[in-house]
């Protein structure tokens, strides 16, 4: 199994690249956001919801361990404890492992994209206002792990498709 994972801050542009480059291999996605906002129904508490979205994830990889198979995941993976984890359950299913850091430098694109969201609040997106988002977290960008590419939102899709493409 070959896993593609997309990861980064909200509205950073994972999920753009992430449709894209499964539109143009046709390879599947599977977006945490889908299974975060089905979960709303059942439970209340973000942090379960959360819990129970990388839950699924691992259930459902698990299940497709042993498929000769590519699968592109949009998850936001933003912490070290997170990624760990991914990365340690690539290893012990002899998965391989492609990382993409999804970031954007231009910040009113990235406040923009926010602005759009409010539009068309989904209960995933708990954050449209930019400063929020940098209070929250801080640093807007997260640190690259050595072996994942980075990749800049703000440049255009089809050359960052193509990058993403000669490193996978």
Not at 123 to 132: A, G, L, R, V
Request: hydrophobic share 40%; net charge negative.
């Amino acid at each position: 199994m070959k896993i593609i994972l997309f990861r980064g801050r909200p509205a950073s542009g994972k999920t753009t690249i992430s449709k894209a480059l499964s539109l143009q291999l046709g390879l599947p996605v599977i977006h945490k956001d889908d299974i975060y906002d089905s979960l709303v129904p059942f439970i209340a508490d973000h942090a379960a919801r959360n819990k129970a979205a990388h839950d699924i994830l691992y259930a459902m990889l698990e299940s497709n361990a042993h498929a000769d198979s590519t699968i592109i995941l949009d998850f936001p993976f933003q912490n070290a404890a997170d990624f760990s984890v991914i990365e340690s359950w690539c290893a012990h299913h002899q998965a391989t492992l492609k990382s993409v850091l999804v970031t954007c430098t231009n910040e009113s694109l990235w406040r923009e994209r926010l602005i759009l969201r409010s539009q068309h609040p989904l209960p995933n997106q708990m954050i449209y206002d930019f400063d929020e988002l940098k209070r929250r977290y801080g640093s807007m960008h997260v640190e690259p792990h050595s072996s994942e590419l980075l990749v800049d939102s703000a440049l255009p899709l089809d050359g960052n498709i193509q990058h993403v493409i000669d490193y996978i």
